[in-house]
């Protein structure tokens, strides 16, 4: 049976999640061994073709910050281009840099991943919702579904708490803020704005 992942495609980090012999969202260590994955791609210049995700780009902003590509997300949907070495990226083409990395670590622990749902901010347009989905095809991965971030914050708290009521999930990212209100039912989350 094929794995399915989370996948938080991050402005700053991004990370990624499978469920747990006891059906509980887990977050997947990268290769490095961190929870988190800096949303960042290097192109090393004595490495034409190659890319480096994480903090491996993170450090390299110190020393040659014109070869990394950070804080994509907030340009998904647009058709602006990333020049690096006269190779031209759109938003979807570094973002499935990212997912490529966070992917590969999921593999190394559960083995073959086909499918994910990939979270994005509640107010993202319909293009930029399909520049994710397209950043996911061209990882490698079929994506299934792409769900607002709050109403993801509220699901896996419904999974992991008893609770019941309306509320209110607050989602402070690194590029964004979004509110949810949502009425959860034991494990069962509507979304009402």
């Known amino acids: 049976m094929t794995n399915f992942v989370g ?21 997947v260590p990268n290769d490095e061994g961190e929870r988190l994955t800096p949303s960042l791609v290097y192109f090393p210049e004595d490495e034409p073709g190659k ?16 070869r990394v590509i950070q804080q994509i ?5 647009e058709t602006t ?12 083409d570094i973002s499935a840099f990212i997912i490529k990395k ?8 559960k083995g073959e991943i086909k499918k994910a749902v990939i979270t994005v901010p509640a107010n993202f347009s319909e293009s930029a919702r399909r520049a994710t989905i397209e950043a ?24 992991q708490n008893p609770v019941s009521g309306r509320v209110i999930i607050y989602d402070l990212g690194g590029g964004t803020f979004d509110v949810t209100i949502a ?8 979304c009402l704005v």
């Open 7 to 27: 996948i938080d495609l991050g402005t700053t980090y991004s990370g990624i999640s499978t469920l747990n012999e006891m059906g509980n969202p887990e977050i």
């Open 51 to 66: 890319t480096i995700v994480g903090n491996t780009a993170k450090n390299a902003l110190v020393f040659n910050p014109e």
């Open 73 to 77: 997300k907030r340009k998904m949907g």
């Open 81 to 92: 281009y990333s020049e690096i070495d006269g190779n031209s990226y759109l938003p979807e």
């Open 102 to 109: 966070l992917v590969q670590s999921a593999v190394n622990v």
């Open 136 to 159: 996911g095809n061209l990882a490698g991965i079929e994506v299934s579904n792409i769900i607002n971030e709050p109403t993801a914050a509220a699901l896996f708290y419904a999974t």
């Open 183 to 190: 009425e959860i039912k034991d494990k069962n989350v509507e």
